[in-house]
């Protein structure tokens, strides 16, 4: 094997993004916003945020900032998942801010402008990694292929020894976010690919829920789980496994997928493997 084949960690950049409201007058066509300074001390009542567990450490570090410069009201962050966040934000608009681990889809917006909330600024707050994981006691997983990674994650198999026969006959558990979650989303683009039978979200979705994984907007739960058991394996953002690298191992990752003129996923030899982020 060769070192530059494999990815120690999924590099596929999943984008982390915050969206709030924002007045006409600061939503000029193709001129940079730039945010007036706003002092804590004269902001009243209470800021609600919701969305993506990924961002979540992020903003509950900047909301308690904003707590220590002296605003005197309640943030309350929710971490429901991306897609849940926007249904907050754009159709019941019960929310200040939504944190969101892709970009704002069109009907979201429009969702938003449905209700009023015109000239939405969406802003780049980070770029993290997906990071597919397994318990620190699997001995056996140390690297995988995306076929495999598709493979185990559809239920095409359902025992570690169908993707290696010298790997235990013990059943694969499988935890992922939910279907609301931007994460969710993401691996199902970047590992089945957006082409032929999975074209559309839906497929992709069903796909990824046919196994009858584990399932939740928790990614705390996820890495919960996936410590629970040696033949756990799940993904997640890679802050949530650096945090918890002690009990949990990234697994290598080489891109041995690709696709034909009709969209329809091929493997390729090994020899073609490719392990950037631009392929991958």
């Known amino acids: 094997m060769q070192h530059n084949r494999w990815m120690k960690l999924l590099v596929w950049a999943l984008v982390l993004t915050l969206v709030v409201p924002m007045s006409a007058a600061l939503a000029q066509d193709d001129e940079p916003i730039v945010l007036p300074e706003v002092d804590p001390l004269s902001v009243t009542g209470d800021i609600s945020i919701a969305g993506s567990s990924t961002v979540e450490p992020v903003t509950v570090a900047m909301a308690a900032r904003f707590n220590d410069d002296g605003f005197a009201g309640n943030i309350s962050v929710a971490e ?52 597919v994981v397994v318990n620190k006691d699997n001995d056996f997983v140390t690297e995988l292929k995306r076929s495999d990674l598709i493979r185990i994650f559809t239920g095409e198999v359902t025992q570690w020894n169908e993707i290696n026969p010298d790997w235990p006959a013990e059943t694969i558990q499988l935890f992922t976010p939910g279907t609301d979650s931007g994460t969710f989303d993401f691996f199902g683009e970047a590992v089945l690919g957006t082409a032929g039978m999975y074209a559309e979200s839906e497929a992709r979705t069903e796909a990824l829920l046919a196994a009858n994984p584990t399932v939740s907007e928790n990614d705390n739960t996820l890495v919960e789980g996936v410590k629970g058991s ?14 918890n690298e002690d009990d949990l191992s990234a697994v290598a990752i080489a891109n041995d997928v690709t696709f034909d003129d009709d969209g329809n996923a091929v493997v390729v030899p090994e020899e073609e493997w490719t392990a950037d982020a631009e392929n991958v």
Do not use: H, K, W
């Open 80 to 131: 429901t998942g991306t897609g849940a966040g926007f249904e907050r934000f754009c159709v019941e608009g019960s929310t200040d801010i939504s944190n969101a681990s892709r970009p704002i889809q069109d009907s979201e917006m429009e969702n938003c402008t449905a209700i009023g909330r015109e000239n939405v600024l969406e802003f780049l707050v980070g770029i993290d990694a997906l990071t």
């Open 230 to 243: 040696p033949y756990a394996i799940g993904y997640f953002g890679f802050a949530y496994y650096l945090a």
